[in-house]
């Protein structure tokens, strides 16, 4: 495959992928980390969807959601969660967590990469033409050097930064894999 080849999918089952030509590739993307038709998944959604339960989410109304929601608090000793339908979702809603929280109005983010289509989550994305028709962008938001840890150090001097929102893996980017001296400073510094 070359870099500026369409890839053409034509067969997915389990985490694999099959192009055109027969060449297979594990498929790790966003969604779908349970594999392409995941027989416990399919078998899960055909009970649900032949169930009388409801099928919008919040967990007061959706008995599977509630259930969810109930395991995640108690492995987590948080005492709330918040469910999403998409990563967009989750990074628009840590954006609003992080400044209601903290006060601060800063989001970094890296050079390079894919937060979602949502305004926030948009303004946290490279310079592109996913991000750049939809300015101007959430006030705040600012990108520094992948796996730099000068940069981090520099932006978090002023304490005025709400957040840190990164990609361990790089899709967008051209998939880059976070250093562990770079996860070592995060964690330190933050």
Not at 18 to 39: K, S, V
Not at 101 to 111: A, F, M, Q, V, W
Not at 154 to 161: F, G, I, R, S
Request: charged share 20%; glycine share 10%.
């Amino acid at each position: 495959m070359l870099a500026n080849e369409p890839i053409r999918m034509v067969r997915t089952a389990d985490g694999t992928m099959q192009d055109a030509d027969g060449f297979e590739i594990e498929d790790f993307h966003g969604t779908q980390a349970l594999g392409h038709r995941n027989p416990v998944v399919a078998k899960a959604i055909v009970d649900f969807l032949a169930s009388d339960a409801p099928s919008w989410y919040p967990s007061r109304v959706n008995p599977f959601a509630g259930r969810l929601a109930r395991i995640l608090c108690e492995r987590s000793g948080y005492e709330q969660v918040y469910f999403g339908c998409s990563g967009s979702d989750t990074v628009e809603a840590s954006i609003k967590l992080a400044r209601a929280g903290t006060r601060r109005p800063r989001i970094i983010s890296l050079e390079g990469a894919y937060h979602g289509c949502t305004m926030g989550s948009c303004s946290l994305m490279h310079a592109g033409p996913f991000r750049d028709p939809f300015g101007p962008h959430l006030p705040g938001a600012e990108a520094i050097a992948f796996n730099d840890c000068d940069a981090l150090q520099h932006a978090l001097k002023t304490h005025d930064v709400a957040a840190v929102v990164v990609e361990p893996i790089q899709g967008e980017g051209g998939v880059r894999q976070l250093s562990d001296a770079f996860v070592e400073a995060l964690c330190e510094l933050t």
